[in-house]
Structures are given as structure tokens and as C-alpha cells.
């Protein structure tokens, strides 16, 4: 392939401008022309791009965001949009196309590859985690990190009051950011979309652990649930312990990304662009039992995320 194009499409994760660095550099060290779409499927459909050279990239390696913007594109649903797409990819001579998204952005790749024969690499960055095909995605890793952080001085002022800190993460349907910064932070309880809570277990676990010397406890719970707002109200109702929501938010999808994202950006972006200079198309890339795979794009959009019970049960017998 001579000229491919390059898009970040739905919720930013950090790490994709490392993946764009990536990108880019994989495509110029072969020779190809590597074309910058700006602000998603929408830049595509609006013809809204840039060609990328070696110094567009410079910098940026460590820089949460997204260089290109990101967008969510509706209008690519349609088969209307997907006709413009289309059209201008060929006006511009583009022969394959990386996406670096989550789920819908996938999805959308997955419409262009199957209905159109455009070559589609999709390369995993949202920081939920939630693709099953991937052991990570690229954002998930810094994500959690910003999340410990916060628990960490939340876990400070809590105890200094004795009081339970309900702490919402975000995640949409899944509970990946919940179950990992649980875990890591110390939390003696989690609460995730793919597991019923049940409110009296949660008072007795709380009640357990006080009797048990301990002057605070941190609940994360997975935005798919409800919101901190809520959970802690329902709680407060039922224990007489002094109980605070925070929502950490948007905080999770900014930041420098850390080693492990940028070692994802790194081999994800460098093996999207091998695998279309090989005019290998319609996949995705991933990372399974640490090593850097890729996988037909159909098959991969169509699996569902399981959830670590294991894991889940790893934080009920060392946290209380
Ligand atoms: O997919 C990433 C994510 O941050 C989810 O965790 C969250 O539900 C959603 O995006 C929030 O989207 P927005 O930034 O459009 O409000």
C-alpha cells in the first residue's frame, strides 16, 4: 500500500498519540504516504485531513489527548455516511485505514471493511477495557493509575474521619476499572455491572472490618451501576457510619500516559502498519498472554467481554 489514513474515534484514551506517533513513523519507515483524519469518522466523512510527516509526530509521545481530535459519529451508522467515507477515501487515493478506537469505533471500521472493502486495522484505545479479544486496551493502564492516585488521598481524609468513601470510576458497561483499581488501591469492596450487590452484605463486610480495627473503607463502584451520588445515599440510609460520594470523571481519560500504555501504543501502531503494508486488512490488533496479536475484525466485534471472577474473588479474601 502506498497512502494510508489515520483516525482516533470515540472517548479519547491516553496513549493514542503514541499510537499515532506509531502509526505515522511505522508508515513513513516504509515508505508510505500516512494521512492525519481529523476528529474521527466525522473528518472522514468531511473530507477533513492532513498529510503527516516525520515531525508531525515529535512530542507528543508522552501527551494524553489525542492530536488528531476524536469525535462520536452518528452520521457513519448510516449507509449515507458510509457512502461519503467512502468516497473520500477514494478521491484521495487512501488504500487502507487505521482506527484506533473502542467498541463503536470498531463497529464502524467493521461496516466499512464488510460492506465496502475498505482494509480496516483497528487498533484497541479506550480506557474501559471492555473488548474481549484483548487482554488490554490502550488508555486502561493510565486510567487506573489516575485512579489510585485519587483513592489514595481519599483513603487519607477517610480515615483521619472514620468514614466510607463511595467512589465512582467510570467504564461504561464494564467493571474493568472498578475490579483493577479496587484491587490495587486496597478497597474492601467493589461493585460492577456484571455482579448483583446485595446492600446488607456490603453493611456486614463494612461492620466486619471495623470490628476488625479497621477506621475507613473505600467502595468503588463501576459507573454502569449507579452513580456515587446514589449508592452512597442508599448506603447512608443503612449504616451509621459517615458516608461521602466523590466521581472521579473525566480525570481518567487525560494524563501522560504510562509505560505500559506507550509500550501498547508502541507495538499496536507498529503492527497495524506492518499488516497493511502487507496487504493484510480487516483486522484488529491486541495483546494476549503478552504477546502482540491481531485477529479478524468481525470475529472480534462480535465477542463478549468476559469478567474476571477470580479476580473478583482475589479482592474479597485480602481486603477486609
Ligand atoms: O468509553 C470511555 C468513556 O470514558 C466511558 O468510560 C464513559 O462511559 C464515556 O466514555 C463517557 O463519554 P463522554 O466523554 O462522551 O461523556
Request: no cysteine; charged share 20%.
Given at each position: 500500500m502506498k497512502r494510508i489514513g489515520l483516525l482516533t474515534s470515540g472517548g479519547d484514551a491516553p496513549g493514542m498519540n503514541a499510537a499515532i506517533r506509531a502509526v505515522v513513523r511505522t508508515g513513513l519507515y516504509f515508505g508510505m504516504e500516512v494521512y492525519g483524519i481529523r476528529r474521527g469518522y466525522t473528518g472522514l466523512i468531511d473530507d477533513d485531513m492532513v498529510p503527516m510527516e516525520m515531525?508531525?509526530?515529535?512530542?507528543?509521545?508522552?501527551?494524553?489527548?489525542?492530536?488528531?481530535r476524536t469525535a462520536r459519529c452518528?452520521?457513519?451508522?448510516?449507509k449515507e455516511g458510509q457512502r461519503k467515507a467512502v468516497e473520500t477515501l477514494d478521491r484521495r487515493g487512501i488504500e487502507g485505514l487505521v482506527v484506533i478506537g473502542g467498541d463503536g469505533s470498531f463497529r464502524g471500521a467493521r461496516d466499512l471493511t464488510e460492506g465496502w472493502g475498505v482494509p480496516t486495522i483497528g487498533i484497541p484505545g479506550t480506557i474501559d477495557n471492555d473488548l474481549e479479544y484483548t487482554d488490554y486496551t490502550l488508555g486502561f493502564d493510565t486510567a487506573v493509575n489516575t485512579c489510585l492516585d485519587l483513592i489514595n488521598k481519599l483513603r487519607d481524609t477517610m480515615t483521619s474521619h472514620e468514614r466510607i468513601s463511595v467512589v465512582e470510576v467510570m467504564g461504561r458497561r464494564c467493571g474493568d476499572i472498578a475490579l483493577y483499581a479496587g484491587i490495587a488501591s486496597g478497597a474492601e469492596i467493589i461493585v460492577v455491572p456484571e455482579i448483583a450487590f446485595d446492600i446488607d452484605d456490603i453493611v456486614m463486610r463494612i461492620n466486619r472490618s471495623r470490628a476488625n480495627g479497621k477506621h475507613s473503607n473505600i467502595i468503588v463502584v463501576a459507573e454502569g451501576v449507579m452513580s456515587a451520588e446514589a449508592f452512597a445515599k442508599k448506603l447512608q440510609e443503612v449504616t451509621t457510619y459517615s458516608v461521602r460520594p466523590t466521581t472521579i470523571g473525566h480525570?481518567?481519560?487525560?494524563g501522560s500516559p504510562s509505560m505500559a500504555d506507550r509500550m501498547l501504543a508502541a507495538q499496536f501502531g507498529n503492527k497495524a502498519v506492518r499488516l497493511l503494508n502487507e496487504g493484510v486488512g480487516n483486522r484488529v490488533v491486541g495483546i494476549h498472554k503478552n504477546e502482540i496479536i491481531d485477529m479478524d475484525i468481525i470475529e472480534a466485534v462480535s465477542m463478549k467481554k468476559k469478567f474476571n471472577y477470580e479476580l473478583y474473588e482475589t479482592l474479597q479474601m485480602i481486603s477486609y
Open positions: 515531525r508531525s509526530v515529535s512530542d507528543i509521545v508522552q501527551r494524553g489527548g489525542t492530536m488528531l452518528l452520521e457513519l451508522l448510516t480525570v481518567q481519560r487525560g
